[in-house]
């Protein structure tokens, strides 16, 4: 009973240190997943171009990286710049409804836009964006730099390991743990994006047929959506019909909108997502909406972002201790968090073990300068 005890106090004690400290924190954190998809990149690159050098699978990777960053800044910033202006045309539309739901609340003199706006006093809204917008780009430049240090130093994390654990038996199962955590993330990267592009071009087909203004836009920002559990979803669904109905003039377009991006989002995630994703999690529903929740009250948006990732580090971690193992059985599916998936670790994602290399996955390699 005070084992159980002290074990939630120190769960307690590390979320609070993780909230203090979340300045410092998150971009390290986002800065790890960053390098475990460039990692992930580098391998595929390396099955997928045989021919390349190995030596210039990092940078290549790296600079797609960028290049795909960059692009999507780019597009982020056309295409809201251009819907801002759009909703200036709405304005007699979005009287129109105000006046509409005035009216079904009993108010005889609906106010409009304008009054509206000026209610929720646009000078501190305008002064808090700004301050947000400057704490997104400083923890952009943090991100940066946390990454560049990661992909410098990521050939000494072998000799480190062998410091650690200089025991053989200790070591190989340190780097087991390792492996599930980066097999674990890069499964549910590969899962998230293939299905989050799925989701977005249905989405972007049903729109454009419908005459959804900014429909590539909506598109982009569904598939950006599609990385946070749940909410993303709801976001993918809600939002465009509701600009739909300042749009259209009729509420059945935008009806009809709304059970098209449903259907698209219920089948993509309860018959696709599913089977690409099998048992690589092995995450319990309600872990993974308690997960959302905790790193979302945490960190914010990029805790809801990391929620998913986070959980299975910490799940595949806590396994590893007898005190704290009973927490992975109740935060896996079925109860057997410390399992493996048979894939190699050195593979693409999606790409099975074979029989003969599952012993060897867990070894370290002989040479201390080889990558991880």
Sequence with gaps: MSKTAL?????????????????????????????????????????HAPSLPRRAALPTAILIAILVFVAATLFIADNAAEFAVQLVDYTPRLNELIAQVAGMMGMEVPPTLSQLFQQLNPTAFVRDLAGRLQGFASDAVFVLIYLGFLLASRRLWERKIVGLFPER????EA??????????????????????????????????????????????????????????????????????????????????????LYAIQFVVGNVIQPRMQGRSLNLDPVAVLLALAFWGALWGLPGMFLSTPLTVMAMVILAQFSGTRWIAVLLSQDGEPEKLRDRDPHAAPGEKLPADRKEDAAKPKSRAGSST
Excluded: H
């Excluded at 549910?188 to 203004?213: E, F, H, K, P, R």
């Design 7 to 47: 074990i939630i106090l120190a769960v307690v004690a590390c979320g609070a240190v993780l909230y203090w400290l979340r300045e410092i924190f998150t971009p390290l954190a986002l800065a790890l997943f960053l390098a475990v998809l460039i990692d992930g990149l580098v391998r595929l690159i390396r099955k």
């Design 169 to 172: 038996e200790e070591r190989q």
């Design 175 to 260: 780097v087991e743990a390792f492996l599930r955590i980066r097999d674990g993330v890069e499964q549910y990267l590969w899962v998230q994006t293939v299905t989050g592009l799925m989701i977005a071009v249905a989405s972007w087909i049903a729109m454009a047929v419908l005459g959804l203004d900014n429909a590539a836009f909506w598109a982009f920002l569904i598939f950006i959506a599609s990385y946070i559990p749940i909410i993303g979803g709801f976001v993918g669904i809600a939002l465009p019909p509701v600009f739909g109905l300042v749009q259209f003039p009729s509420y059945w377009t935008a009806l009809i909108l709304l059970g098209v």
